[in-house]
């Protein structure tokens, strides 16, 4: 039986209700104490997000990958560096990494590779609002809540309006 690609819907869904919904995804991981690092900047933001969501005591790690990157050499320093961020100690810590999309996984990889150089975790597990497919690398969300087709030259964008709420945008190339 074959299925039909799960192209994105006019309108595009609520990023807010998806933060509520991957709450409720990490809430039974919350016994094992997880600390949340959010990759800038849509996944920084979801992260301060969940954080709120999910009454975490410990404040959120940050991670800028642009370093990290393997095609730095191509694409060179993007323009708005954020400092990387972990304000605990990630030796033997549960880690729950987060992303606004997951596409070919380079940005996952380059922060892992990061998050390693502050120590090394007992577990990193990711989530993401949207799973756009197109893998080039062997990673997966643990916690998702949409998985998304778009045509070619498509993007997903998250990003927050005047209120400060997170919304997403579609953009063509």
């Not at 709450?23 to 800038?40: D, K, S, T």
């Not at 033997?92 to 999309?101: K, N, P």
Request: charged share 25%; aromatic share 8%.
């Amino acid at each position: 039986m074959s299925s039909l690609p799960n192209f994105p819907p006019d309108p595009l869904p609520d990023a807010e209700a998806q933060c509520r919904q991957l709450a409720e995804l990490l809430r039974p991981q919350l016994y094992r104490q997880p600390a949340l690092v959010g990759i800038y900047s849509g996944g920084a933001w979801i992260a301060e997000r969940l954080c709120q969501l999910l009454g975490l005591p410990e404040e959120i790690g940050l991670i800028d990958v642009s370093f990290y990157r393997d095609d730095f050499a191509e694409k060179g320093l993007h323009p708005q560096v954020k400092p990387t961020v972990i304000p605990f100690d990630a030796e033997g810590r549960h880690i729950i990494l987060v992303d606004d999309v997951l596409y070919t996984g380079r940005t996952t990889r380059a922060a892992i590779n990061e998050l390693f150089d502050y120590g090394r975790p007992a577990s990193v597990e990711l989530a993401v609002l949207a799973d756009r497919g197109g893998r080039e690398l062997p990673v997966a969300a643990t916690y998702g809540v949409w998985d998304v087709t778009l045509s070619a030259g498509e993007s997903l964008v998250l990003d927050r309006d005047d209120a400060d709420r997170l919304r997403w945008r579609l953009e063509h190339a």
